[in-house]
């Protein structure tokens, strides 16, 4: 039972961001440029106890985006929202809660909307600088599966589901290396105002369910790359930072959220038009 219901959580995220594409397609009368690509990126989760680190989760994730470029006042006010669904299963090397090793699988799956509003300096066809700052939203379900801990016991594994909701802001830049060739680059920060991580421990049979407030910390992100013809390709780091959260007590026990970083390092391949 708890499989089916997470793969409806699934489901539902799929086509909520999926259905973001109609929504996102350029009107006729604005210029502007549309950009869809695959995305392979190496993901880092780790989480920390007092400086101790309590578990680390690595592997690879693949994703698939669509972004549009929107260009208004001569081409100067740019509006570039963007849609990302990704997914993937990691490894797992952590601990019980009794602090007993354990080795085991996390699959990921969720995705992101983001939107920026910029300021053209220059022009595509020599040199540009642009300024920029928006919004996002990352959803997504972290499914930490069953294993068999160091001492032989069993570890049940349940899924947390998580929403963040953050500020971002920061520069691009293009150059052009041809007629038909540029180089682009960005580099901005983020900062999420509201967060918040649900254990669905009632799927697992560990008690109620509980939703935890992860605190609030910034984090990084950048991208260079170069667009030839209709192709673009470009190496990125994005990251997400979250302090520990509050006690909640479900019953006689409390939980909470540890502080916790998130680093991803990626490579986008896809055609722009």
Same mark, same amino acid.
């Given at each position: ?61 693949? $994703?698939?985006?669509?972004? =549009? ?15 990302? &669904? ?11 809660? !009794? $602090?007993? @090793? ?28 642009? @300024? ?59 900062? @999420? ?5 649900? !254990? ?23 991208? &260079?790359?170069?667009? =030839? ?40 391949? $896809?055609?722009?038009?």
């Amino acid at each position: 039972m708890r499989d089916l219901i997470t793969v409806r959580r699934y489901l539902i995220i799929a086509l909520a961001l999926v259905s973001c594409f109609g929504i996102m397609m350029p009107a006729p009368s604005h210029a502007g440029e549309a950009n869809a690509y695959l995305a392979l990126e190496w993901f880092e989760w780790k989480e920390f106890n007092n400086g101790t680190q309590l578990l680390k989760e690595t592997g690879p994730r693949y $994703g698939l985006g669509f972004s =549009y470029t929107f260009e208004f006042l001569k081409q100067h006010l740019i509006l570039k929202p963007k849609v990302e &669904i990704f997914g993937g299963e990691v490894d797992y090397d952590g601990q019980t809660q !009794a $602090g007993v @090793p354990v080795k085991t699988d996390t699959t990921y799956f969720g995705g992101k909307l983001e939107a920026d509003l910029g300021w053209r300096f220059g022009s595509l066809q020599s040199t540009s600088l642009e @300024p920029f700052a928006g919004l996002g939203f990352r959803a997504w379900l972290r499914d930490i599966q069953n294993a068999t801990a160091s001492n032989g016991t069993q570890a049940i594994g349940y899924t947390e589901e998580w929403i963040t909701v953050y500020l971002r802001a920061g520069l691009r830049g293009d150059i052009a290396v041809g007629e038909k060739a540029r180089l682009f680059a960005e580099v901005g920060g983020k900062f @999420p105002f509201y967060n918040e991580n649900t !254990a669905y421990l009632s799927d697992a049979g560990l008690g109620s369910d509980v939703t935890l407030k992860p605190g609030n910390r910034p984090s990084l992100f950048a991208e &260079i790359g170069m667009k =030839y013809k209709l192709v673009k390709a470009s190496l990125y780091y994005d990251s997400m930072r979250f302090s520990k959260s509050d006690v909640v007590y479900s019953g006689s026990i409390g939980y909470l959220q540890p502080k916790s970083d998130a680093d991803m390092y990626g490579i986008k391949i $896809g055609v722009a038009f």
